[in-house]
């Protein structure tokens, strides 16, 4: 018995989530869409066509086209062919959810900008699946993939990101990651919690939680393999003196209404707003206080 259906797949561009590593994390939406879809586009063919081997969909004739990294504009015309003609593609890529650090983007916009339908099967994401086993906070997050292999242009854009009050998730490859670590204790200091991990839901998964300079240690002289996401937590609140608040406060204050220099000096100084915007009302109604608009 088949887990997927046959049937006709709704015309437009289908960005299908598939498995990061254990084959059956697959969902029953992304084989149906496999194998109902009118053609297939694939960062990889070969990896597509391993998979659907292994869950038994059939190509059955359909057209399975390349789109990658160095695809252009005739590949995705191609693809743009069988939308306009009111077909449907399902798009993958190596693995993993399309466009998050992987090929689509342009793809994407140019089929919405050709008026049609583009749609989402969601499923299997490193980043999700990292920041559900990296025992960091995950209210909030931000992604920023892979940084610059070269070690200034690497530091500066994590001297960029180091006061972020989210936690933070980057991809690197096992032949950098070492450097990376290095670079963020570095920036970052020995003492920022970091996790890294390894190789997620394969069989030799592995992550490791620590400090910086804990992470740093656990690694040295390892030849680590497999995919990696590295996730570093969030910035911890710096001390802020009640007279910087008020100085930072009067200078927003003279060039915007006091609700927004609430809001730009909370983001700032890494403060709750509502203390920042109880700190501007007790500003405002003091008498020496002449220079916030008040508004």
């Keep these: ?173 096992p032949k950098r990651v070492h450097e990376l670590l290095a670079s963020l204790r570095d920036v970052l200091g020995g003492e920022r919690q970091v996790a890294l991990c390894r190789e997620l839901t394969k069989r030799f998964e592995e992550v490791i939680r620590g400090t910086t300079s804990e992470v740093c240690e656990a690694i040295e002289g390892r030849t680590l393999k497999g995919e990696i996401v590295v996730l570093v937590g969030r910035a911890e609140t710096e001390e802020v003196s009640g007279a910087d608040l008020e100085t930072a406060l009067r200078d927003a204050m003279r060039r915007m209404r006091m609700k927004d220099a609430a809001t730009a000096v909370a983001g700032a100084l890494g403060l709750p707003r509502r203390e920042v915007y109880q700190a501007a009302l007790a500003l405002e109604k003091r008498p020496d206080d002449a220079d916030g608009d008040g508004s």
Excluded: C, W
């Design 1 to 173: 018995m088949t887990n997927f259906e046959t049937r006709p797949v709704a015309p437009g561009l289908h960005f299908v989530a598939t498995p990061i590593g254990t084959a059956r994390d697959i969902t029953l939406r992304a084989l149906d869409l496999l194998a109902g879809a009118d053609a297939l586009a694939a960062e990889d063919t070969r990896t597509l066509r391993k998979l659907m081997e292994i869950h038994g969909v059939p190509l059955n004739g359909r057209p399975l086209l390349a789109y990658h990294d160095h695809s252009g504009a005739q590949d995705r015309a191609r693809i743009l062919a069988v939308l306009e003609g009111g077909g449907s593609v399902a798009y993958v890529s190596e693995a993993g959810t399309p466009l998050v650090a992987d090929p689509g983007y342009a793809l994407g916009r140019a089929a919405i900008a050709g008026g049609h339908k583009v749609l989402a099967a969601p499923g299997a994401s490193a980043v999700l699946a990292a920041l559900a086993v990296s025992g960091l906070p995950t209210d909030r997050f931000a992604f920023a993939g892979f940084l610059p292999p070269a070690k200034t242009q690497r530091e500066t854009e994590i001297a960029a990101l180091r006061s972020l009050s989210f936690t933070l998730v980057l991809y690197e490859s």
